[in-house]
C-alpha cells in the first residue's frame, strides 16, 4: 500500500496510531481489520493489544521490551521500529487475500415489551411498526468498533429512514439484550446501563459473557442481520439459557 | 489463611497490572493506578510483580489476619498501625494470626498498596484479577471490598514461607518486620509536586496559541470529580483555534483530552478505550503513576518534554525496577 494513504503517530510512548482515513466506510475499515488480523498472526516483540476504532488502528506495545528485541537499532526511537515494522505488515497484509468477514445472525423481538419506544420511532417517520422491523432487519450492518462497554458494537449501515434523535429523559436501567437507536446509530447493549437510546427490540442472545473463551459476540468488521421473532420465540430462547 | 474485612475504608479493591488483550471488546485495561507501588509491594514479599495487590484509597480500610502472613505496603501514607504500633512501609513484614491492622486516612499521596505473599486466591477473568468496577467483573465479586469480606490468599512460595518464619522466629508480639527497606523508591511530598511531564497530544497544533500557553505555564488543581476513570481538573480554560471534529478514536493511559466547555480532563486505569474529545496532550508513563497519588484539590503543574525523553524515562524506570528487584532478592536471601 501507498505510504501516503496512511499515517503513524505516537499515542506516548506505550502506542501509535495508525489512521487509513478521515471517512467512516467500510473500505478505510477494511484496511484495519486486514493491519489488526496481521499483527495477530505476527506479534512482535512487546506488543500488548490493539484496539480497532473507525478509520484507525491504535497498537499498545512495552518500549522496554521492544528496545531490548532490537539491539541493532540501537539509535532509533522505539517508535522509529515500531513503525517501521507497522509500515512493513501493512504492505504484506495489502497483499494478502482479504478475509471473509464473519456475518452474525441476531435474532430481535421487536416491540411490545421488548421494544418499548417502536411506537415512537414510527410515529416519528410516519411509519407503521411492521414497516420499522422490515426497514430495520434489511441491511447487513458493518461493526465498526466494540466500546463504550464490554461488548457493545458501534454498527454503521443503519437506513436513515429510520434515524430519530435519542429519548429526552434517558432511562436508569437498560435491560440487557436491548436494540436501540440513537440518530443514525443502531446497537445492541450488551449489559444493563443507563442510557437515552430508542429501544425498538430485544434480543435473547448473550452480547457478553466474561467467562468464555471469547467473551464477546461481536468483533469489529464482522457483519450483524437482524432476525426478527416472536415474543414466544424469544421467551423460548431465554428459557432454553436457564 | 485468610484477611477479613473489619471496615472497608473508602475504596478497597483488588488490582494486579492490569488486563490487557481486551480493549478491543470494550473491556477496559483496569489494573493499579500506581502500578510501580504494586510492582514494589509483590517484589517485598517474594511474589511476582503482576501478582494481585489490595488497592486503598484516601481512607484506608482496617484489616483481621487469620493466620501468620507475610505482607508488604508501599505507595500513599496511611499511617498503618498494629495493636497501637507503626507499620512501616517498603519492606517485608510478618503478621501474626490474629493481628488487626488499621490504616487511617492518607496522610501523604492517595493509594496505597497491600501485597500479601502468595498473592490472594482469586480467579483470573480474561486473564487478570484486576477489579473493573463498572462491569462488575474481575476482582473480589467484581466491586469494592465491604465489611466481613474474607479474602483467601494464595500459596506463599517456599522462599516467601522462609523469610515469615525467619521474622516471626524473633519472637514477634504481634509483627516483626525487617530491618532494611527500600529507600530510594520512596516518594516524598516534593516529588509529588514536581511538574508532570507530557508529550504533545494527538490534537496539540489544533489549540491556540494561548491555550498551550496557559497549559504549560498556569497552576491546574485536582477536581472533586477524580476517580479510577479520570482526573477532571479545574484552571484556565483551553480552546481549540476553531471546532474540531473528531472521529472516535482509541486513547491511552494518561491521555489528556479537552471537552468543548475547555477544562482538561486526565485519562487514568479505568479510561474508556475510545473517545473523540480533541487531546492536548499525553502524560508520560512514568508520571501517571505520580498522577495516581494526587487527590482532589492537590495542584498540578505540566511540563512538555520529547517522545525521546518520554521513552528514556520509561526505559531507565524499568531499569529501576529491575535494580530494586535484584537488591530485594539479594535482602531477602540474606
Known amino acids: 500500500m501507498d505510504k501516503n494513504s496512511y499515517t503513524i503517530k505516537p499515542l506516548g510512548e506505550t502506542a501509535l496510531l495508525v489512521t487509513f482515513g478521515n471517512e467512516i466506510n467500510p473500505q478505510i475499515h477494511k484496511k484495519s481489520q486486514n493491519l489488526a488480523m496481521y499483527i495477530d498472526k505476527h506479534p512482535f516483540p512487546g506488543f500488548l493489544e490493539y484496539v480497532i476504532s473507525y478509520t484507525s488502528v491504535a497498537v499498545y506495545y512495552n518500549p522496554f521490551i521492544a528496545k531490548k528485541s532490537y539491539t541493532n537499532n540501537k539509535n532509533k526511537t522505539v517508535f522509529a521500529i515500531i513503525s517501521n515494522i507497522i509500515d512493513e505488515y501493512i504492505e504484506k497484509a495489502a497483499k494478502l487475500p482479504a478475509a471473509m468477514p464473519k456475518t452474525i445472525e441476531i435474532p430481535v423481538c421487536y416491540g411490545g415489551e421488548c421494544g418499548p419506544d417502536i411506537e415512537y420511532v414510527a410515529k416519528y417517520h410516519n411509519l407503521s411498526t411492521d414497516e420499522v422491523i422490515n426497514i430495520h432487519t434489511q441491511p447487513d450492518y458493518l461493526v465498526y468498533m466494540i466500546g463504550f462497554c464490554p461488548g457493545f458494537p458501534y454498527m454503521g449501515g443503519m437506513d436513515e429512514r429510520i434515524a430519530t434523535p435519542r429519548r429526552s429523559e434517558p432511562r436508569l436501567s437498560i435491560p440487557a439484550g436491548s436494540i436501540g437507536i440513537a440518530g443514525k446509530q443502531t446497537g445492541g447493549y450488551p449489559i444493563s446501563t443507563p442510557g437515552g437510546w430508542q429501544l425498538i427490540g430485544r434480543t435473547p442472545v448473550d452480547l457478553f459473557l466474561p467467562n468464555a473463551d471469547d467473551p464477546s459476540l461481536l468483533h469489529a468488521g464482522d457483519i450483524v442481520k437482524f432476525i426478527p421473532i416472536s415474543p414466544q420465540e424469544y421467551k423460548k430462547m431465554e428459557d432454553d439459557k436457564l | ?334
Open chain 2, 1 to 334: 489463611m485468610s484477611l477479613k474485612i473489619i471496615r472497608p475504608g473508602l475504596l478497597t479493591t483488588i488490582q494486579d497490572c492490569g488486563r490487557y488483550g481486551y480493549q478491543k471488546i470494550g473491556v477496559l485495561v483496569s489494573g493499579a493506578m500506581d502500578t510501580y507501588s504494586l510492582r514494589l509491594a509483590n517484589m517485598l514479599v517474594g511474589n511476582d510483580e503482576n501478582e494481585a495487590a489490595l488497592e486503598i484509597t484516601l481512607l484506608g480500610p482496617t484489616i483481621e489476619f487469620t493466620a501468620d502472613t507475610l505482607i508488604a505496603v508501599t505507595g500513599g501514607d496511611f499511617k498503618p498501625i498494629i495493636d497501637g504500633m507503626p507499620v512501616p512501609y517498603m519492606r517485608p513484614v510478618a503478621v501474626k494470626a490474629g493481628a488487626i491492622m488499621k490504616f487511617s486516612n492518607c496522610q501523604l499521596g492517595c493509594r496505597a498498596y497491600l501485597a500479601v505473599a502468595g498473592g490472594f486466591d482469586i480467579d483470573k477473568v480474561m486473564g487478570s484479577k484486576s477489579t473493573y468496577l463498572r462491569a462488575g467483573i474481575g476482582g473480589f465479586q467484581g466491586r469494592a471490598l465491604q465489611k466481613n469480606d474474607l479474602l483467601n490468599t494464595g500459596t506463599p512460595t517456599a522462599f516467601s514461607q522462609h523469610i515469615l518464619a525467619s521474622l516471626l522466629s524473633r519472637g514477634a508480639q504481634s509483627f516483626a518486620q525487617a530491618r532494611w527497606f527500600i529507600g530510594k523508591a520512596q516518594f516524598s511530598k516534593e516529588k509529588l509536586l514536581k511538574p508532570i511531564r507530557v508529550t504533545a497530544g494527538l490534537h496539540y497544533k489544533y489549540f491556540s496559541e494561548s491555550a498551550k500557553y496557559n497549559f504549560f505555564s498556569s497552576q491546574y488543581r485536582i477536581s472533586k470529580d477524580a476517580d479510577r476513570m479520570g482526573y477532571r481538573l479545574q484552571g484556565e480554560v483551553l480552546k481549540a483555534e476553531k471546532p474540531l471534529e473528531i472521529i472516535s478514536e482509541a486513547i491511552n493511559l494518561g491521555t489528556i483530552q479537552v471537552p468543548p466547555q475547555g477544562m482538561p480532563i486526565i485519562l487514568m486505569a479505568d479510561h474508556q478505550s475510545v473517545a473523540g474529545y480533541p487531546i492536548i496532550a499525553q502524560t508520560i508513563t512514568v508520571d501517571a503513576a505520580r498522577i495516581a497519588q494526587l487527590k482532589p484539590n492537590d495542584p498540578i503543574h505540566f511540563k512538555l518534554v520529547s517522545h525521546e525523553e518520554a521513552e528514556q524515562s520509561f526505559i531507565d524506570m524499568e531499569k529501576h525496577m529491575e535494580n530494586i528487584k535484584i537488591a530485594i532478592m539479594a535482602k531477602l536471601k540474606n
